[in-house]
């Protein structure tokens, strides 16, 4: 059974900094890409960033490029999202969701870790 | 970047009912639209890919249909456990995209 695990939410200050990961089973991970993809409150769900299953291609939605890393460890099963210069307007749940390829549908997601960026 | 909107963004229907939800994307997108439902505190779920395939383990009373720019889901039969927003998505092209949702609450 594919599970997916996000862990690492919490609540920071503006303009700080915060390290998702991501733990997954069930599936050979190295295998599929993975995505972040986020849903603030009362609003809808919006993707974040991409990566492939070999970890060498990646791809961020503008609103959080240049602010935002994805990484992984394959030989974890784990991914990971390393959130830095945090905007109130970060404030969100965080899914993590496993995928075919890079633009695919998001086949399978876990049940999120929530963020809040307030001062 | 490819907008998706949907209509309604809200409706209320009764259980055995049928409710078809519609999408539409602002560019051709073929049939790389995913449709799927979300309820507080769990896991999104796949519904439907491809625009009109069921996702393995989804009951057949949700189907999809649509291509190039005008898509929509249907939901037959409706059960207790179908109220819950669904959203439409892209995956044509980066950056991937959604609809604003479709909440579907009981009458």
């Known amino acids: 059974e594919v599970q997916l695990s996000e862990s690492g939410g919490g609540l920071v200050q503006p303009g700080g900094s915060l390290r998702l990961s991501c733990a997954a089973s069930?599936?050979?991970?190295?295998?599929?890409?993975m995505s972040w993809v986020r849903q603030a409150p009362g609003k809808g769900l919006e993707w974040v960033s991409v990566l492939n299953g070999a970890g060498g291609s990646t791809y961020y939605a503008d609103s959080v490029k240049g602010r935002f890393t994805i990484s992984r460890d394959n030989s974890k099963n784990t991914l990971y999202l390393h959130m830095g210069s945090l905007r109130a307007e970060d404030t969100a749940m965080y899914f993590c969701?496993?995928?075919?390829?890079?633009?695919?549908?998001?086949?399978?997601w876990g049940q999120g870790t929530l963020v809040t960026v307030s001062s | 970047d490819i907008q998706m909107t949907q209509s309604p963004s809200s409706l209320s229907a009764s259980v055995g009912d049928t409710l078809t939800i519609t999408c539409r994307a602002s560019q051709t997108i073929s049939n790389f639209l995913n449709w799927y439902q979300l309820k507080p505190g769990k896991a999104p779920k796949l519904l439907i890919y491809s625009a009109s395939s069921l996702q393995s383990g989804v009951p057949s009373r949700f189907s999809g249909s649509g291509s190039g720019t005008d898509f929509t889901l249907t939901i037959s039969s409706l059960q207790p456990e179908d109220f819950a927003t669904y959203f439409c998505q892209q995956s044509h092209s980066i950056p991937l995209t959604f609809g604003p949702g479709t909440k579907v609450d009981i009458k």
């Open positions: 069930g599936f050979d991970f190295s295998a599929f890409a």
């Open positions: 969701a496993k995928q075919f390829a890079v633009v695919t549908p998001f086949l399978s």
